[in-house]
Nanobody, 121 residues
Framework: QVQLAESGGGLVQAGGSLRLSCASS????????MGWFRQAPGKEREFVAR????????YYADSVKGRFTISRDNAKNMVYLQMNSLKPEDTAVYYC??????????????WGQGTQVTVSS
């Protein structure tokens, strides 16, 4: 089993940037595909980005493509989400998620507690 803990959320003005981090502890991190989801108030949780366990392939939701970048450092057991050109509609609780395997599924087995991102207009 793997434990996940997000950090880096906060309040930022529209057009600004934030970098979210997710620290993993437990089993071998490099065996896990990782990703980010988010949930805005009154909305369902939605997929944001994912990265394969090797870091060789990434995939993004259309709403963040070109603005967000997911990356990982297997030596440090970390996954990151660099968020640029933030918009008020990016305001949400962001969750780190993981699955044992090459690619993250649509319903990951492992979740962090979430970190709040608020973008002011």
């Amino acid at each position: 089993q793997v434990q996940l803990a997000e950090s880096g959320g906060g309040l930022v003005q529209a057009g600004g940037s934030l970098r979210l981090s997710c620290a993993s502890s437990g089993r071998t991190f490099s065996n896990y595909a990782m990703g980010w989801f988010r949930q805005a108030p009154g909305k369902e949780r939605e997929f944001v980005a994912r990265i394969t366990r090797s870091g060789g392939s990434t995939y993004y939701a259309d709403s963040v493509k070109g603005r967000f970048t997911i990356s990982r450092d297997n030596a440090k057991n970390m996954v990151y989400l660099q968020m640029n050109s933030l918009k008020p509609e990016d305001t949400a609780v962001y969750y780190c998620a993981g699955d044992l395997g090459v690619v993250l599924t649509t319903r990951p087995d492992y979740w962090g507690q979430g970190t709040q991102v608020t973008v002011s207009s």
